[in-house]
């Protein structure tokens, strides 16, 4: 335990969480070098800041933003600047230890009442993603774990659990990748929906993670990318992503996906997911539900990637997920842009749909590649 006044004491927790941080990204960048990884990280803890790339500019720009408070963390995943359920549950653990550092109390129950209201911030941001929630239970941990410690010590707790929890999403994204690798053949094309890279996930991907390790397998493959209204994320974010990575991409209209399935240009569609509940039905990107029934009619296999903290055991079904529902003005105006409707329609726009288990030929996680029957048995806590 560290000891000393309050002052020095913060001063030495804090040389020390610079140190650390030091460390873990020159060890991230050293082995992202070896590996030929380039993407520029989703999110990450810099200088006492949290850096997020700013996917509401994509394609057009590479903007990095530097939150300093938790305020501007909560905006950035509301306004979709940071998105994909990993990366959501990253961003918001990082979140929750940047807002650890700018409570100055020196008892531990009064540091512990502001932070579970930091949590409560970030909990009302979004609510179908799961690993948003996962990762505020983790920090939660924290606090419950520390509370015979000193405040600085449960501040510096804090950010290595929001960094832990940032390695691990990568390293659950690269072992997905190789799982789902095996179920892809050489030649093989590949029909995507939205965007579950290493744009949405604190690096590499799930959906986009096996499309990865394949082509890093020397495997000739090709994907075909669903533009995914009405955002977007698979005309400016998955299509830029494998264009930057090199491997071939052909971008579609979202009703253009039956057209390609019939025309026998599909061998495997694989997305991500944002909750998966016990019984296997899979919330995902709204339009997802549709590919899945175009693949069946079509004997095509859908498959869906997906780390362990997106799967809810304590959901039974899907039709307990909650959907969040946009605003009318992501349909009525294309990406903020121009009106392509009548202003004042009615507009209906849930962000996400449910996709029966029925559908899914099978879910890849890190633990394996698992029949919707099977979660419940295998992440049963």
């Keep these: ?14 040389s020390l969480l610079r140190t650390a941080e030091k460390d873990i990204v020159s060890s991230r960048e050293k082995e992202d070098e070896r590996k030929g990884f380039t993407m520029i990280p989703t999110v990450e803890w810099k200088d006492g800041v949290v850096r997020l790339l700013d996917q509401s500019q994509l394609p057009g720009r590479v903007e990095i ?60 941001t979004r609510p ?27 501040q510096s707790r804090l950010l290595q659990e929001a960094l832990a929890i940032q390695r691990e999403d990568v390293a659950r994204c690269k072992t997905i990748g190789r799982r789902g690798a095996t179920l892809i053949k050489d030649g093989y094309r590949i029909l995507t929906h939205c965007n579950a890279g290493a744009l949405a996930t604190a690096g590499y991907g799930t959906a986009l993670g096996v499309v990865r390790a394949a082509w890093e397998q020397g495997k000739k493959i090709h994907v075909f990318a669903d533009e995914t209204r009405p955002v977007l994320q ?27 399935m019939r025309q026998g240009k ?55 997920i909650p959907i969040e529902e946009r605003s009318g003005d992501e349909v009525t105006a294309l990406n903020g842009g121009p009106w392509i409707a009548p202003k004042g329609v009615a507009v209906f726009n849930p962000a996400f749909d449910v996709t029966p288990a ?20 295998k992440f049963q806590s």
């Design 128 to 154: 179908t993603a799961v690993n948003l929630f996962w990762a505020i239970e983790r920090m939660k941990g924290v606090l419950q774990d520390g509370c015979h410690c000193t405040v600085p010590e449960v």
């Design 358 to 377: 029925e559908y899914v030929t099978g879910i890849i996680t890190e633990e394996g590649v698992l029949s919707p029957g099977q979660i419940a048995e």
């Design 234 to 260: 698979g005309a400016r974010l998955t299509a830029w992503e494998l264009m930057e990575d090199g491997i071939p991409v052909t971008l579609i209209t979202d009703n253009v996906a039956g057209t390609v």
């Design 65 to 124: 933003l530097e939150c300093q408070d938790v305020e501007s963390v909560v905006s950035a995943i509301r306004s979709l600047q940071v998105r994909g359920a990993p990366a959501i549950g990253v961003t918001a653990a990082m979140g929750i230890a940047l807002g650890a550092q700018s409570i100055l109390e020196n008892e531990v129950s009064a540091f512990t009442r502001k932070i579970l209201a930091v949590c409560r911030q970030f909990a009302d």
């Design 266 to 320: 599909i061998d495997l569609c694989v997305v991500g997911a944002d909750r998966i509940a016990a019984n296997g039905d899979v919330a995902n990107k709204i339009g997802t539900y549709s590919v899945a029934v175009l693949a069946k009619a079509h004997g095509i296999p859908f498959y869906v990637a997906a780390p362990s903290s997106t799967i809810d055991v304590a959901t039974p079904d899907g039709s307990a």
């Design 1 to 14: 335990m560290l000891r000393g006044t309050p002052s020095r004491l913060r001063a030495s927790v804090a």
